[in-house]
């Protein structure tokens, strides 16, 4: 497993029964987690100080409990980068904090280059992974279906002074985005793509990643360069394991590029045990 194990302003302090007890700059905040099963009793004694919490509801969705005054939003910090924090209701933040083990990865790559790199960030959320590749000196496209996602990054990247940094910022449905630049002859150096686990589009349809992903893949390989640097691909589908991610890319991009492959979980270490929890899924090509 690869930690996120960086962070200064972000700590999950404990976890069991379905529940992470997190730390975000000051604030603590108790969210639920599937894929913590364990029962154990809790170690640490911050549970009760936590300042919200999140309840899920029988029907869906959820709400937050607050039982302090918390500001709507706050910021914390990554190495050079800051990240606008805003409890949301679905019990997301803004920020996946297991993903900074990818980001400092990907920092590493463009900064190794000694070129000029252009990056596609797919499903860029609030754009921890486009901070992190600006930051680095590339130039990236950043795409996501949702326009308030998309503000969000910008104001990530203004509050991380990036704001004049070379990004382009597309609200547009990924696949077909990338089948547009297909066509318009656009390539790019570096892939990041963070797909839903489920979704449904504008006609109702469903879209499962574990029945898409392939797909998905094979299209957006296609507008790679001719010395491309990494292609990451993240998931949090329980179905679908992080080595059949890496074959997947082992036979779509091997055979043309060469390079070499990785996958692994990625997690977070937990203050009050020791121990690391699985958070998600990356599989990883890279050039030689």
């Not at 706050?74 to 997301?92: C, E, M, N, Y």
């Not at 990041?192 to 499962?208: H, L, Q």
């Amino acid at each position: 497993m690869r930690p996120a194990d960086t962070w200064q302003d972000y700590e999950l302090i404990d976890a069991t029964n379905h529940n992470r007890l997190e730390r975000w700059g000051k604030t603590l905040l108790i969210r639920p987690d599937p894929q913590i099963i364990w029962k154990n009793e809790p170690v640490s004694p911050l549970w009760d100080r936590a300042d919200a919490v999140y309840h899920r509801s029988a029907r869906g969705g959820g709400s937050w409990e607050q039982r302090r005054s918390l500001p709507a939003r706050w910021r914390i910090a990554w190495q050079d980068l800051t990240l606008i924090v805003s409890p949301t209701g679905f019990k997301h933040t803004g920020v996946f904090p297991e993903q900074a083990v990818n980001w400092a990865w990907y920092r590493q790559k463009i900064a190794a280059a000694g070129r000029p790199v252009k990056v596609l960030n797919l499903f860029g959320y609030t754009g921890g992974a486009t901070l992190a590749c600006l930051a680095a000196g590339a130039s990236v496209t950043h795409v996501d279906a949702s326009r308030g996602m998309v503000a969000w990054a910008r104001e990530n990247a203004a509050a991380s002074g990036l704001a004049d940094r070379p990004c382009r910022w597309i609200v547009d449905d990924c696949a077909k985005f990338v089948a547009r630049e297909i066509r318009r002859g656009s390539r790019y150096d570096g892939v990041i793509m963070d797909p839903p686990s489920y979704g449904r589009g504008p006609g109702g349809e469903v879209w499962k990643l574990e029945d898409n992903v392939y797909d998905l893949i094979t299209l957006t390989a296609r507008v790679l360069t001719d010395r491309p640097l990494f292609f990451a691909i993240n998931s949090y589908t329980e179905g679908l394991s992080p080595a059949v991610m890496e074959y997947i890319l082992k036979t779509t991009l091997s055979p043309r590029q060469g390079g070499r492959t990785a996958c692994d979980e990625i997690g977070l270490p937990v203050s009050a045990t020791g121990g690391v929890v699985p958070c998600g899924a990356t599989a990883l090509w890279e050039s030689c």
